[in-house]
């Protein structure tokens, strides 16, 4: 929704939030070898570093901050984003791999 410059209310985040912990804490009672503790620690790693690029969204649109809430390309030049992206796409390898796999990108 934010990629397309859409509205998004506190309360979807939230939500979306909610979600996310949810599935983490599910994982983190399935996780039983010590591969799915560290790949636990990446998924973690992932969900704190994506609320705290989407807590710093909800500032700039609360600022009225131009150059990140209505720049068509401020989405495609973040350095923030370009890492949780290219983690989220580490993650989903490795973990239909089965096979744990480190990268810097989900630290």
Same mark, same amino acid.
Not at 16 to 25: F, K
Not at 43 to 64: N, Y
Not at 72 to 92: E, M, T, W
């Given at each position: 929704?934010?990629?397309? +410059?859409?509205? *998004?209310?506190?309360?979807? !985040?939230? %939500?979306?939030?909610? #979600?996310?912990?949810?599935?983490? #804490?599910?994982?983190?009672?399935?996780?039983?070898?010590? %591969?799915? /503790?560290?790949?636990?620690?990446?998924?973690? &790693?992932?969900?704190?570093?994506? !609320?705290?690029?989407?807590? &710093? *969204?909800?500032?700039? #649109?609360? !600022?009225?901050?131009?150059?990140?809430? *209505?720049?068509?390309?401020?989405?495609?030049?973040?350095? !923030?984003?370009?890492?949780? #992206?290219? $983690? +989220?796409?580490? /993650?989903?390898?490795?973990? *239909?791999?089965?096979?744990?796999?480190?990268?810097? &990108? $989900?630290?």
């Amino acid at each position: 929704m934010i990629t397309y +410059g859409l509205a *998004v209310s506190d309360t979807w !985040a939230q %939500d979306d939030h909610g #979600r996310v912990m949810t599935s983490i #804490r599910q994982a983190e009672v399935a996780a039983t070898t010590e %591969d799915d /503790l560290h790949a636990l620690q990446l998924l973690e &790693s992932e969900a704190d570093k994506l !609320a705290s690029w989407e807590d &710093s *969204v909800f500032a700039a #649109r609360q !600022a009225l901050n131009g150059a990140m809430t *209505v720049d068509p390309n401020a989405l495609q030049n973040d350095p !923030a984003l370009a890492k949780i #992206r290219s $983690c +989220g796409q580490f /993650l989903n390898a490795m973990l *239909v791999s089965g096979a744990f796999a480190d990268d810097p &990108s $989900c630290h």
